[in-house]
Nanobody
Framework: QVQLVESGGGLVQAGGSLRLSCAAS????????MGWFRKNPGKEREFVAA????????DYEDSVKGRFTSSRDNAQNTVYLQTNSLTPEDTAVYYC????????????????????WGQGTQVTVSS
C-alpha cells in the first residue's frame, strides 16, 4: 500500500508559478512511476505529466510542455510538479498517482493504469 499526499496548491495570478509536491509513504518509492493529473468540475480527468522511477524519463501533455516540469527525489519519497507561466486554463484540482513499475521506465497517460492516488490539491489561477 502507498499513501500519497499532495501539497503546494493555492491561488496565483496568471503568469505566476507554483511548486506542487507529492509525498509518498508505505513502500519503496523508486519502484513506482509517478503521474500528475488534473480535473475540473464537469470535465474529465486530464493527464498532465509523468516521470519514471528514477526520473530518467518524463512525459507532458502538450498544453503544459515547456511550462511544467516533473521531478522526483527518491531519498525524500517525493515527486514535484513545477508549474510556470500559469494561465486560468490551468485551474483545477491536481492529483498525483503512482503505478508499480519495478523494471520499466515506460510511462502511461492513462489514469486507470495507476494504482494509487492522492487526495488532490487545488490550483486556482486568476486572470
Amino acid at each position: 500500500q502507498v499513501q500519497l499526499v499532495e501539497s503546494g496548491g493555492g491561488l496565483v495570478q496568471a503568469g505566476g508559478s507554483l511548486r506542487l509536491s507529492c509525498a509518498a509513504s508505505g513502500r519503496t518509492f523508486s519502484v513506482y512511476a509517478m503521474g500528475w493529473f488534473r480535473k475540473n468540475p464537469g470535465k474529465e480527468r486530464e493527464f498532465v505529466a509523468a516521470v519514471s522511477r528514477y526520473g530518467s524519463n518524463s512525459d507532458y501533455e502538450d498544453s503544459v510542455k515547456g511550462r511544467f516540469t516533473s521531478s522526483r527525489d527518491n531519498a525524500q519519497n517525493t515527486v514535484y510538479l513545477q508549474t510556470n507561466s500559469l494561465t486560468p486554463e490551468d485551474t483545477a484540482v491536481y492529483y498525483c498517482a503512482a503505478v508499480f513499475s519495478p523494471l520499466s521506465d515506460r510511462l502511461s497517460r492513462l489514469g486507470n493504469v495507476y494504482d494509487y492516488w492522492g487526495q488532490g490539491t487545488q490550483v486556482t489561477v486568476s486572470s
